[in-house]
């Protein structure tokens, strides 16, 4: 069945830190992976995607495929990094979710 | 910029009364979905609808929950009689990609409490 794990339910790192949240999935086939954030009182939001490789406000994910995994990165935190983040698998045009990683960066 | 409306935001019911939600989708916007979200946890896909027929509604508890899309714009949730189990965030997203997938873009939700 497909699934996405999510880990951590909180991850505390200090300012300038670095910041990795880990999502491992279960899909039999080509995965299309993505990662959403949830800032407070804001609505939930796409930060990236793997398709699209590219790096937004600093983090990057990549996909490993031999791990299942597609763990969030980003080399030095900051304290408006704090939010909740969202791994999600698209499997049959439709998103399932990780339960989600509360990170909260300590100044 | 356009966004997904949801309303109200919050919603203070008794078991056994009925509710509503309502959802705009941005303008184009095919695909719309009606999420759960308890807390704690991640959204839980309740129906997708492509225009105004859904495409999936396997996990809408269909003895109490009905969805709508009448003209393929905006959308309504039902849920009725309510129960306490119902307490939780209601999120809709709307995706321009056909078929769904993709990028969604969620409304600012819709908070139930049941008493």
């Known amino acids: 069945a497909q699934r996405v794990t999510q880990p951590e339910k909180l991850l505390s790192v200090f300012k300038g830190a670095p910041v990795e949240l880990k999502c491992n999935y279960s899909y039999s086939g080509s995965p299309e992976l993505f990662w959403y954030v949830q800032y407070s009182r804001q609505r939930l939001q796409l930060l990236l995607r793997?398709?699209?490789?590219?790096s937004i406000k600093g983090f990057t994910a990549d996909l490993n495929k031999g791990e299942t995994s597609f763990h969030l990165k980003k080399p030095f935190a900051q304290e408006e990094d704090s939010a909740m983040y969202y791994c999600a698998l698209n499997s049959n045009y439709q998103l399932i979710w990780g339960a989600g990683t509360k990170l909260i960066i300590k100044p | 910029e356009a966004e997904v409306a949801q309303s109200p935001r919050y919603k203070i019911t008794e078991k056994s009364q009925a509710v509503a939600f309502w959802c705009d989708p941005i303008s184009g916007h095919a695909t719309l979905y009606w999420y759960r979200q308890i807390l704690g946890q991640g959204p839980e896909l309740l129906v997708q609808?492509?225009?105004?027929?859904?495409?999936?509604d396997s996990q809408l508890p269909k003895d109490r929950f009905s969805a709508e899309r009448l003209k393929g714009v905006d959308s309504t949730l039902k849920i009725q009689p309510a129960e306490l189990g119902d307490s939780a965030m209601y999120l809709c997203?709307?995706?321009?990609?056909?078929?769904?997938?993709?990028?969604?873009?969620f409304g600012p939700g819709t908070r139930l409490t049941v008493l």
């Open positions: 997203a709307s995706s321009l990609v056909v078929g769904g997938g993709g990028e969604q873009f």
């Open positions: 793997h398709i699209s490789r590219e």
């Open positions: 609808f492509q225009d105004e027929s859904v495409v999936d």
